[in-house]
């Protein structure tokens, strides 16, 4: 059985010898060779020679070709800040000011903006890797398109006019599968719809608005002859059931969500789940062992190889430790001998001397927002974006801070806070948003409480 082998017969549901192993290795991947981000997603032979190089050192059962959530967005009038050590950030919504749906004519074209580096390099590796390793392609979910091109004021319209978001989720949702078709002609195995701020709306927004389309959308893919992954960042916990109820092959969420727990729900509608080695506590800021441990551990919980694949639990962070990925694949490829290895290793804890603020002696109301990175995670962005409108708002009348848990001495913060779930906000010390990007009047509300 080949490594590609392996991942399709666990996507076919199937009792595999070992856990397959899928390495998000998007923008991380020019680490190995000493490109940056940029260079990494706006020049083919440098996207290639870095996804060779991840294919040569991780020895991955499948891995995406591309990581990049803004791809359509860019084509569809996004504007975008790039940098050094991540995928680029939509900057602008082209109907921030408009509540109107683009039409069918401006769907993504194939020789528009990056898609033609995409393409190629989707070719390429299929030549290459493509007989022993199962290629993902990775699209721009559409409730995070929606988000890209409407901005925060999406999350109000989903209670202010909610046949405004359906057309728009519509037109999102053709755009996923003109992406769809593109992908799979250029070899894709897998495709994968990641859409990160589904973590960030309730269950029952997830089935008024998305149940019915996702569905229509992983029929799609599967009737292209591939196989299909609902990919969702943040605490994705309670709509991990309406997710599976859509029907795609397998589902990936990050560190904010029991996996094993949530593999008993997905396990009921026999979808296999991904997941969910924590990207900054253990693969950024761990040991090797530290990241040897946690899977081994984590395979040790479930009672069979079926329906379980080992991956992060999202984009791996640019800068981490390529010993600390070998790892990660050495655990999961040769996983007994490893337990072994690391059976008395006894973790490091992040007990760092962080001090908080005196809540209870603040000047004046304190916002602080808690995000894996704004910079780097879409929900992270909209959550973070909506303090900044907040803040714009109040002005001096409020102190406004972000903490990204990429930071080492944040997560020792984030212990002490108590935080639970990312992103979050936090006023006077006390959470009020968690997982959930509030509206521009929620927010405002809480705050006005306080001051």
Aim: hydrophobic residues 40%; charged residues 25%.
């Amino acid at each position: 059985m080949t490594p590609k082998e392996l991942l399709f017969a666990a996507l076919r549901h199937e009792k595999t010898p070992r856990a397959p192993w899928v390495p998000f290795a998007g923008v991380h991947a020019g680490r190995l060779i000493g490109a940056d981000a940029t260079q990494v997603l706006t020049d083919e032979d440098t996207l290639v020679k870095s996804l060779l190089e991840v294919n040569r050192l991780y020895k991955p059962d499948g891995q995406p070709v591309v990581f990049d959530l803004q791809l359509e967005a860019e084509i569809l009038g996004c504007e975008l800040v790039w940098a050094k050590d991540a995928p680029p950030s939509v900057s602008s919504h082209p109907l921030a000011d408009t509540m109107t749906v683009p039409c069918r004519c401006t769907l993504p074209r194939p020789d528009q903006g990056r898609l033609p580096i995409v393409l190629n390099a989707m070719r390429r590796m299929k030549k290459e890797v493509g007989d022993t390793t199962a290629l993902y392609g990775l699209i721009c979910g559409p409730f995070t398109l929606a988000s890209h091109l409407r901005g925060n004021d999406l999350f109000m319209d989903m209670y202010d006019d909610e046949d405004y978001v359906a057309e728009l989720l519509e037109y999102c949702m053709e755009c996923a599968k003109r992406m769809t078709d593109y992908f799979v002609d250029a070899g894709m195995d897998v495709i994968a719809v990641v859409d990160p701020l589904v973590s960030q709306i309730s269950s029952a927004h997830f089935t008024d608005f998305l149940s019915s389309p996702y569905t229509a959308l992983f029929d799609y893919i599967r009737a292209k002859g591939v196989f299909s992954s609902f990919f969702v960042c943040g605490n994705a916990t309670r709509s991990i059931e309406a997710m599976c109820q859509t029907n795609p092959d397998s589902i990936s969420v990050d560190e904010n969500v029991d996996i094993i727990a949530a593999k008993a729900v997905t396990d009921k509608y026999n979808v296999a789940i991904g997941g969910n080695i924590p990207l900054t506590s253990v693969m950024l800021h761990g040991t090797q062992q530290d990241n040897m441990k946690y899977v081994v551990d984590l395979l040790e919980k479930l009672p069979e190889y079926r329906n379980f694949i080992v991956a992060p639990g999202c984009d791996m962070p640019y800068a981490v430790p390529v010993e600390n990925a070998i790892g990660v694949a050495q655990a999961a490829l040769e996983t007994e001998s490893v337990r072994k290895m690391v059976e008395n290793y006894v973790s490091e804890t992040f007990d760092m001397d962080v001090e908080l603020p005196d809540y209870e002696h603040l000047t004046r109301p304190l916002v602080e927002v808690c995000t894996l990175d704004s910079a780097t995670c879409a929900a992270c962005t909209y959550m973070m974006g909506a303090a900044t409108v907040a803040k714009e708002q109040f002005g001096d009348a409020i102190d406004m801070v972000e903490y990204k848990f990429t930071v080492k001495e944040n997560i020792a913060r984030f212990v002490k806070m108590g935080v639970k779930s990312l992103p979050s906000i936090y006023i006077n010390g006390k959470l009020k948003f968690a997982s959930i990007i509030p509206s521009k009047e929620e927010l405002e509300q809480a705050i006005r409480k306080v001051l």
